[in-house]
């Protein structure tokens, strides 16, 4: 659906002024497409849930603080379901975790440091870590916290 679809979506939702007129002239809504199920229809097009009956009582994007994030940090919470996850923690300085410790088992807190921007080079992905962790049957039983990247895959 993508930005197409929420465009179409969100005037109907009373979330945007689309009287407003654009610097280049005209109003933002001006050229979009009434496109069947995108907001209005209930049948298997519907895509964007209500407002009022979302998929999730929670957004994935929580803002952290406390000893996790002294000066507090922005989080995006992916892949785990529910909100309280109690394990043993294994702390690793480096994305490469060995299997021996993804094969500890169920209720293992893996905390992966100094991945971010300034742990580089540059940006590193953290793919693999998880990757593994889902390979040897673990994906709901532990959990991964990082400070690295996770681009969705």
Not at 96 to 107: D, S, W
Not at 134 to 152: E, I, P, R
């Amino acid at each position: 659906m993508g930005a197409t679809g929420m465009s179409y979506s969100l005037p109907s939702r009373d979330l945007i002024n689309n009287s407003v007129a654009l610097a280049a002239g005209g109003h933002w809504l001006d050229d979009m497409v009434d496109v069947l199920g995108y907001d209005n229809d209930q049948g298997i097009c519907r895509v964007i849930h209500p407002i009022l009956s979302p998929i999730k009582p929670t957004g994935h994007i929580w803002i952290l603080k406390g000893n996790l994030a002294p000066g507090g940090a922005v989080a995006k919470i992916t892949g785990k379901e529910g909100l309280h996850f109690q394990g043993k923690a294994c702390v690793f300085e480096t994305k490469a975790i060995e299997t021996r410790f993804i094969l500890k088992g169920p209720k293992t807190v893996f905390v992966l440091c100094g991945m971010g921007p300034v742990g580089g080079p540059g940006m590193p992905e953290m793919l693999k870590p998880t990757s593994t962790i889902m390979g040897v049957g673990l994906g709901n039983d532990v959990t991964c916290l990082t400070n690295g990247q996770f681009s969705g895959g």
